[in-house]
């Protein structure tokens, strides 16, 4: 009988070694789906950095090629370094854009703007256009050296 109790004690012991082998294997085959997951995030994020940067030299090359309107793109610009929280960074290396965007920053637009009266509209033209008389050359200046300029990633 006792050899029954050793024969059935050692079958016991290799099916839970067998098991605990099976949880460990799935247990590390996770933590490589959940590295592989953490990496490919890490990659789109990176991706999608790099195709938000594109975007910010092409605004700045279509200010410079007079498609499009310097506050227009200073906000644009600005817009896409805050979404990417460059801003702070960035508002040293692009001193004119940043400051011009200071003063536009709180401009309602669409709707909001046409809703203002016509007085408040054109007190706010006036603000704007006196900031981009003021820093034009520098916006322009901040604008060729965005589409140069290689951002680290």
């Not at 247990?27 to 938000?52: G, T």
């Amino acid at each position: 009988m006792s050899s029954i109790v050793i024969v059935i004690a050692v079958v016991i012991v290799v099916l839970l070694a067998c098991y605990a082998v099976f949880l460990l294997s799935k247990l590390n085959k996770q933590q490589k789906e959940a590295q592989a997951a953490k990496q490919q995030r890490l990659n789109d994020a990176k991706q999608k950095k790099l195709k938000v940067l594109d975007d910010i030299k092409y605004i700045a090359s279509a200010m410079l090629e007079e498609r499009c309107e310097p506050s227009e793109g200073v906000m644009r610009i600005a817009k896409l370094f805050e979404a990417l929280s460059m801003s702070e960074q960035m508002a040293v290396e692009f001193p004119s854009i940043f400051e011009h965007y200071d003063c536009i920053k709180a401009h309602p637009i669409k709707e909001e703007r046409k809703a203002l009266a016509k007085q408040q509209r054109m007190k706010l033209d006036l603000a704007r256009m006196k900031s981009e008389a003021k820093l034009e050359q520098g916006i322009l200046d901040d604008a060729k050296k965005i589409t140069q300029f290689h951002f680290v990633h």
